[in-house]
């Protein structure tokens, strides 16, 4: 039996520093706008939390009780722009000089089907507070920064613990998705150990992830794999069954881990960044029918698609054994992008396969990189009108013809200038 002490209060715990989002001029137009005829709202969730761990705040979410309809009212009678963007649900979107923030009635559940929930609207914190997934999700904060913390997320979050909110089968039986959320926020705030609860109910209800669409899924792999460290996650996940679940024959964690290090650490260059996609390709075998098996079951688009493809199973790696003259003849044919990629992913598979590099070895795949900044990738300067200048017609004989110009100014380290080339164009 829980003692009245161990009850959730609403009470508030502390004073959150001061905030430049808080304070913006757009945030007290809302908040003054939904507090006008006296209802108390409140900054809920994420903004809470990352102002508490010290991280940048991007999306300001606020939570009512009032209902939608009313939310709509209070916003328009203080001539601010609302936006019912999920109206049926209990969510309105105010947008003030561009700026949006998402206001949601405060619910309690009704009915879960692990995918959807019906949900009723309350003007109970404590109701709306528990629906929430994770204990350091459920804090909130009012205009004056006055902070609620009924479950102790604070604590949990300077202590890098990610825990569910009451029972953790339970919250994954009302949405799947929260299993992947886990790991999700493990990524970005966990540390070790894992909550032996979250982690069993994780373990216990992986194969359900079956039931989530595609989207869903992409969504919370991208947001992990963009976390500074991804690999602890990832580990967890192998070792319980969840990333099989996810991308079967598919876990090159090695692989991951020496990219996640060069990403961060070991490269200073001009745009090496966190890059999911890029992470993903280095988890995936090197087999396109496989990539583009991943890329269909998340439903990616066609452009990330082609990249996932493109960065797993590649024609050719750069390599750092090859001399100046090849490693400029593929830059010119992949473009500075797709040669950064493959440039990381191949040294990547290299320090993961062969562990602490050579003397020197760095240094040459430093230079690769290098090379992008450094050269200029060329034009070809002769065009299809030129061919057409010799009295060739126009037909596939065109594009033959400039092709093996091309192959032969490539192989000449892009040396011959036009006029060699047109005299070339005449002999071929």
């Given at each position: 039996?829980?003692?009245?002490?161990?009850?959730?209060?609403?009470?508030?715990?502390?004073?959150?520093?001061?905030?430049?989002?808080?304070?913006?001029?757009?945030?007290?137009?809302?908040?003054?706008?939904?507090?006008?005829?006296?209802?108390?709202?409140?900054?809920?969730?994420?903004?809470?939390?990352?102002?508490?761990?010290?991280?940048?705040?991007?999306?300001?979410?606020?939570?009512?009780?009032?209902?939608?309809?009313?939310?709509?009212?209070?916003?328009?009678?203080?001539?601010?722009?609302?936006?019912?963007?999920?109206?049926?649900?209990?969510?309105?979107?105010?947008?003030?000089?561009?700026?949006?923030?998402?206001?949601?009635?405060?619910?309690?559940?009704?009915?879960?089907?692990?995918?959807?929930?019906?949900?009723?609207?309350?003007?109970?914190?404590?109701?709306?507070?528990?629906?929430?997934?994770?204990?350091?999700?459920?804090?909130?904060?009012?205009?004056?920064?006055?902070?609620?913390?009924?479950?102790?997320?604070?604590?949990?979050?300077?202590?890098?613990?990610?825990?569910?909110?009451?029972?953790?089968?339970?919250?994954?039986?009302?949405?799947?998705?929260?299993?992947?959320?886990?790991?999700?926020?493990?990524?970005?705030?966990?540390?070790?150990?894992?909550?032996?609860?979250?982690?069993?109910?994780?373990?216990?209800?992986?194969?359900?992830l079956s039931e989530l669409s595609g989207e869903r899924i992409a969504a919370e792999l991208m947001k992990l794999l963009a976390a500074a460290d991804p690999l602890p996650a990832l580990v967890l996940m192998q070792g319980n069954g969840v990333l099989a679940e996810l991308l079967p024959d598919a876990a090159d964690l090695g692989r991951v881990?020496?990219?996640?290090?060069?990403?961060?650490?070991?490269?200073?260059?001009?745009?090496?960044?966190?890059?999911?996609?890029?992470?993903?390709?280095?988890?995936?075998?090197?087999?396109?029918?496989?990539?583009?098996?991943?890329?269909?079951?998340?439903?990616?688009?066609?452009?990330?698609?082609?990249?996932?493809?493109?960065?797993?199973?590649?024609?050719?790696?750069?390599?750092?054994?090859?001399?100046?003259?090849?490693?400029?003849?593929?830059?010119?044919?992949?473009?500075?992008?797709?040669?950064?990629?493959?440039?990381?992913?191949?040294?990547?598979?290299?320090?993961?396969?062969?562990?602490?590099?050579?003397?020197?070895?760095?240094?040459?795949?430093?230079?690769?990189?290098?090379?992008?900044?450094?050269?200029?990738?060329?034009?070809?300067?002769?065009?299809?009108?030129?061919?057409?200048?010799?009295?060739?017609?126009?037909?596939?004989?065109?594009?033959?013809?400039?092709?093996?110009?091309?192959?032969?100014?490539?192989?000449?380290?892009?040396?011959?200038?036009?006029?060699?080339?047109?005299?070339?164009?005449?002999?071929?």
């Amino acid at each position: 039996m829980e003692r009245l002490e161990d009850l959730p209060r609403d009470e508030p715990v502390g004073e959150l520093p001061p905030q430049d989002w808080l304070d913006a001029a757009e945030t007290k137009a809302v908040m003054q706008a939904l507090s006008a005829q006296g209802a108390s709202p409140r900054f809920v969730g994420g903004c809470v939390r990352d102002a508490l761990a010290r991280r940048p705040v991007t999306d300001v979410d606020i939570a009512t009780p009032d209902a939608p309809e009313r939310v709509m009212e209070l916003l328009a009678d203080a001539g601010l722009r609302a936006i019912p963007t999920g109206i049926e649900h209990g969510t309105v979107t105010a947008v003030v000089n561009g700026k949006s923030f998402e206001i949601t009635t405060l619910r309690r559940d009704v009915e879960t089907d692990g995918r959807h929930a019906k949900v009723q609207f309350t003007d109970d914190w404590i109701a709306d507070a528990s629906r929430r997934d994770f204990t350091i999700n459920a804090l909130s904060c009012r205009a004056d920064r006055q902070v609620y913390d009924p479950f102790g997320g604070i604590a949990d979050l300077a202590d890098g613990r990610i825990v569910f909110v009451g029972d953790a089968m339970k919250r994954i039986d009302e949405d799947v998705l929260r299993l992947l959320r886990y790991f999700r926020f493990f990524a970005h705030f966990g540390l070790p150990p894992a909550d032996i609860s979250a982690i069993n109910a994780c373990r216990s209800r992986a194969g359900r992830l079956s039931e989530l669409s595609g989207e869903r899924i992409a969504a919370e792999l991208m947001k992990l794999l963009a976390a500074a460290d991804p690999l602890p996650a990832l580990v967890l996940m192998q070792g319980n069954g969840v990333l099989a679940e996810l991308l079967p024959d598919a876990a090159d964690l090695g692989r991951v881990r020496a990219l996640t290090f060069l990403e961060s650490r070991g490269v200073r260059r001009p745009g090496i960044a966190v890059d999911p996609l890029r992470r993903l390709a280095a988890l995936l075998k090197p087999d396109a029918e496989h990539a583009a098996a991943v890329a269909g079951r998340l439903r990616l688009s066609n452009a990330q698609t082609e990249r996932l493809i493109a960065l797993a199973a590649p024609e050719i790696l750069p390599d750092r054994k090859m001399e100046p003259p090849q490693q400029r003849r593929l830059l010119y044919q992949l473009g500075a992008e797709r040669f950064r990629d493959l440039t990381l992913l191949s040294w990547a598979h290299v320090r993961a396969d062969e562990g602490y590099p050579p003397s020197g070895d760095n240094a040459r795949w430093m230079a690769m990189l290098d090379l992008i900044d450094d050269w200029a990738i060329p034009d070809f300067p002769v065009r299809g009108d030129d061919v057409l200048a010799l009295g060739v017609p126009a037909g596939p004989e065109v594009g033959r013809r400039l092709d093996a110009v091309r192959a032969w100014w490539e192989e000449q380290d892009f040396r011959p200038d036009r006029a060699e080339l047109l005299e070339r164009l005449k002999g071929s």
